[in-house]
């Protein structure tokens, strides 16, 4: 196999155990090859399961996306991962054709569907189908899903949810007929202990999965019993992307030199290529724990509080005295302070949890949260800087993504940071705010334009 080569993991439907296919596959060929052949990407702006793929790889998990993200950044991304590895294994995102929108867009954008990927990079498609409540009629979804594109190509199928030898040998059999160019690679039977748990923005994180080396201990073995790996492998394919000269993916700017990145299970949500992408641009990384009521590094000239859960640990981060005061001492100097989504609620005045309780945050930003009244805020945002600031210039784009169900009870007292509308262009208002140094918002930023 040379160097380089890719397939991508989807599915038509989310919960049909694409997840667990590839994070079981992850860990045999991570194990197989010490981990250094082996390199993984999450298609769409998840966080959660990158961190999963990182645990099986012991390696980074970049996201892809092609909405949010700027060719050049795709690029990079993508020659990176073969630069590094034989095999770049990708998990798509929802069912294989849904994207941020149907049909032609006014804009010109890509839906930045699985599909669109699996076109762009030229990795094949490996189909999972959920067959637990169907047989022969799942070779006719196969057929479809590989006859709805034909710039797309589904190189392979395994079904998932067996109930025995009989169901398999119907399921083969009526692929046979209907797309006998299709290679059933194998069919995974109902297994016991491989359902991953969930809260309110998906899974639970990879670092809070009880068990999480049992788990994908017992999904590698079950990869390596019912699926043909070396089949499957075979069907991957070079990307077909055209290299970037500039080895480095920039999405944003750095916010300084010496950035200190809270990390912790309340502040998880931080795209490596953003983050690396300081790092690759000369910016140094410190890291920091809020939950272990550690301050950011006070020699950093800018801090950066990610998404997260904070209104899961309202309590402890109110009580984390020497954070908030490092927060607070950090603002007073100018050193710039910037906040996504949870981050941004931390930076607020207070955080109201799901039982009703407020818990003091930073207050340097005129923001009251509740996690109570709870409202799904979801979709890809395009926003524009409203003045200059920490992040850019006045006017300048943005892409990237909104998923929480807090609520803002009161957005006050400072100038707003974005305006902001959604994929397929209807105006949302404005959001975030932005009052000197200190600046954040909903909005979990991808890349600029």
Known sequence: MSEGKGLIIAAPASGSGKTVLTLGLLRHLAKSSGGENIASAKAGPDYIDPAFHAAATGRPCVNLDLWAMRPETIARATWALGATSEIVVCEGVMGLFDGAFVGPDKKGDVAGSTADLSFATGWPVVLVIDAGAQAASAAAVLKGFAEFRADVTIAGVVFNRIGGPRHEEILRIACEQAVPDIPVLGCLPRAQGLDLPSRHLGLVQATEHPDLEIFLQNAAELIAEYVDVDELLMLAEPLKIQRDTNDVALPLAPLGQRIA????????????????????????ITTFSPLADEAPDNSADAVYLPGGYPELHGGTLANSAKFLAGLR?????????????????????????????RHAMAGLLGLETSFAERKLHLGYRRVAALAAGPLAEQGAYFRGHEFHYATIVEETGAKPLFGAEDAEGND?????LVDGRVAGSFIHLIDRE
């Open 261 to 284: 990145v809270a990390a912790d299970d309340a502040f998880t949500f931080s795209y490596p290529l953003v983050v690396g992408g300081w790092r690759g641009a000369g910016a140094e």
């Open 329 to 357: 001492t950090a603002a007073a100097t100018g050193v710039t302070v910037y906040g996504e989504c949870g981050g941004y609620m931390v930076l607020g005045q207070g955080l109201v949890d799901a039982d009703g309780q």
């Open 428 to 432: 949302l208002g404005t959001v975030g």
